[in-house]
Structures are given as C-alpha cells and as structure tokens.
C-alpha cells in the first residue's frame, strides 16, 4: 500500500472516519453543483427526459388537428398503397391501405 506509514502518524479510528467524511462531503457538493447549474434537471426529475421538446407544435391538415394522432390518411390515397406511419413514440411502422369494401368482407 502506497502512504501505508500516514497510520503511524494519524491514528485509523480519527482517520478512516475523516477520509470518508470528507468523500461524502465532495460527494454532496458535486451534486448539489449539478442540481443548481443544469437546465435539465428538472424535466429529467419529472420524467420527460433529457432530450425532451420545450413544446410541442400542433399540426394541422385541412383544419384538422393532428397532435397525439398515430396518422391521418388524406382521401385521395390509393386503396394498396403502402405508406410509413410514425407514432407519438417516435416508432415507426409500414401501413398497406384498403378500401372500405375490402375492410368489410375481412371483418364480416
């Protein structure tokens, strides 16, 4: 051990409490230094994330709103055509659109 005689001038039992003492100290203040100097924090805490939008900006189509839809699919879509659909988490999925005659003999 490195500074192994430092014991034959400090007692262990004045020490070892003050060593891990001061550990705890530093820990403390390194801590409360990030929680005061980051703008992140906060959101982090309540579970947005780090990386979250400030705001999150309303989309519209033909004067429809469209925040918090899966899709929206205009009406001059072919019926068989294959389009990509981004949900509200961020995944995204292949659609193959069908006709409304098609949609009714599969669930009849």
Known sequence: ????KVWLVVSPTVG???FLSAVAVASVVVH???IKNTTWIESYHQGTGINAPAETAAATIDG???TAK???VLPSAEAGSEISVIMPDGTVAKAILQSPDQLAAVVN
């Open 1 to 4: 051990m490195n500074n192994a």
């Open 16 to 18: 070892v409490p003050l």
């Open 32 to 34: 409360v230094g990030i």
């Open 64 to 66: 429809q709103d469209l």
């Open 70 to 72: 899966a899709s929206y």
